[in-house]
């Protein structure tokens, strides 16, 4: 059931801080700070190079491993929706690995892509929350994401879950290949395992985010923006959204603002900021004062030191939690679910089971 909340979204929403921790622990040894991943049947410091497909959110948490690989691991990584991988038919190289994410581990598109990654020699690994989908039984190995069932139509604790594994793969990775000093791992992996409690303190939030969607709720269009690892959160925010809430919205990358997307600003667009302050920070402090300068009303989910800087300009600003850039994907997830929840259930949407969509897309 659905317990104390309203929707079965809600409750897995808060149900993050837990699953994180889960499937955090089946990989982490916390005594010795250590990640050690199911045998995939290969040795990770062979990889030379990754491909990550999923579609909707799945594809989206691939877009942030993309960041995160190829930042501790060094090693390039390619992201594409499946429908598109599968088509293209891409050249794939000698001793890559290609990851399929999916929550359901039945979604066509995905499962297609799989099977031609397959048949170029790619070793296929499954990133599904279903153990016994057909995904997770084509894959050469699965990492599963330990989310429990999700019955809202909208991904939440599934897209944490992924997140987390990937978070995962990219530290043994990175160990493997030796592409990072050790102790720079055991910061890492200590930061991991602080999340599930960070997440606790975000999820506090609730109310105020609850006061901050009545205001958005009658808002045609609301922009997302992001650098770095946001901007794929941008991108979710924005599907997740548009998805409950029917409210158009798109999610852009800061620095693509005045390349175009800055001229649909005004003071009807809401525009939500994701700007932890990490090393991109200042770069999206100014792109925010152009959509000021044009009256955008923004909505600001960043740390104390983000907002002491950016905060008077922002409608709204959400405090997160300090915490090291590598591992704001998982916390900044949670704001933005909670947004997008609070303002469909105050346009009265149906927030489970909203329209045109199925849970599980398993005919292309
Ligand atoms: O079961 P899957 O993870 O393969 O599903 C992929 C997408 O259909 C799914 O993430 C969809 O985008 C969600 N409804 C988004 O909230």
């Given at each position: 059931?659905?317990?104390e909340?309203?929707?079965f979204m809600?409750?897995?929403?808060f149900e993050?801080p837990q699953v994180?921790g ?6 982490f040894?916390p005594a010795?700070r250590?990640?050690t991943?199911p045998?995939?049947g290969?040795?990770?410091k062979?990889?030379?190079r990754v491909t990550l497909i999923g579609?909707?959110t799945a594809?989206?948490a691939a877009?942030?491993a993309?960041y995160?690989?190829e930042?501790?691991a060094r090693v390039?990584?390619?992201?594409d929706?499946a ?10 190289p ?7 994410i999916?929550?359901?581990?039945e979604?066509?598109d ?5 099977r031609?990654?397959?048949s170029?020699g790619q070793r296929?690994?499954?990133?599904v ?7 997770a039984r ?7 994401t330990?989310?429990?069932p ?7 604790k ?5 997140l987390?594994?990937l ?5 043994a ?6 592409a990072?000093a050790?102790d720079?791992v055991a ?6 395992a ?14 105020r ?5 009545a205001?958005?709720a009658?808002?045609r ?5 992001g650098?770095?690892?946001s901007?794929?959160l941008?991108?979710e ?6 998805e409950?809430s029917y ?10 603002m005045?390349h175009g ?5 005004d003071?009807t667009?809401p525009?939500i900021v994701?700007?932890p302050?990490d ?8 792109n925010?004062?152009e959509?000021v ?5 923004v909505?600001l ?7 002491a800087?950016?905060?008077?300009t922002?409608l ?17 997830a949670?704001?933005?679910?909670l947004?997008?929840?609070h303002?469909a259930?105050?346009k009265?949407?149906?927030v489970?089971?909203p329209r045109n969509l ?7």
């Amino acid at each position: 059931g659905k317990g104390e909340h309203r929707h079965f979204m809600a409750k897995e929403i808060f149900e993050q801080p837990q699953v994180m921790g889960d499937t955090l622990n089946a990989m982490f040894n916390p005594a010795e700070r250590t990640i050690t991943l199911p045998d995939l049947g290969m040795d990770l410091k062979d990889i030379s190079r990754v491909t990550l497909i999923g579609c909707g959110t799945a594809s989206l948490a691939a877009s942030v491993a993309k960041y995160w690989i190829e930042h501790v691991a060094r090693v390039p990584v390619e992201v594409d929706v499946a429908s598109e991988f599968r088509y293209r038919c891409p050249p794939l190289p000698e001793g890559g690995v290609a990851l399929f994410i999916s929550q359901s581990g039945e979604t066509a598109d995905t499962l297609a892509a799989l099977r031609y990654a397959k048949s170029q020699g790619q070793r296929v690994i499954g990133v599904v929350n279903v153990p016994e989908s057909t995904i997770a039984r084509e894959a050469d190995a699965v990492l599963p994401t330990l989310a429990g069932p999700e019955i809202g139509v909208a991904a939440t604790k599934t897209f944490v879950s992924q997140l987390m594994v990937l978070a995962c793969f990219s530290l043994a990775l990175a160990e493997a290949r030796g592409a990072v000093a050790p102790d720079r791992v055991a910061a890492l992996s200590a930061a991991l395992a602080e999340v599930p409690s960070r997440a606790v303190e975000v999820l506090n939030h609730d109310k105020r985010i609850r006061d901050i969607a009545a205001d958005l709720a009658e808002a045609r269009d609301v922009l997302y923006l992001g650098r770095g690892t946001s901007y794929p959160l941008a991108l979710e925010g924005a599907l997740k959204l548009k998805e409950i809430s029917y409210i158009h919205a798109e999610g852009y990358a800061a620095g693509e603002m005045k390349h175009g997307p800055i001229a649909l600003i005004d003071e009807t667009v809401p525009v939500i900021v994701i700007a932890p302050s990490d090393g991109l920070f200042e770069k999206t402090a100014s792109n925010v004062q152009e959509v000021v300068a044009r009256g955008g009303r923004v909505v600001l989910f960043s740390d104390a030191a983000g907002i002491a800087r950016m905060g008077d300009t922002a409608l709204y600003a959400i405090e997160m939690p300090a915490v090291d850039p590598f591992v704001t994907p998982l916390l900044y997830a949670l704001p933005i679910q909670l947004l997008a929840y609070h303002i469909a259930v105050h346009k009265g949407t149906d927030v489970d089971q909203p329209r045109n969509l199925a849970k599980s897309v398993t005919v292309e």
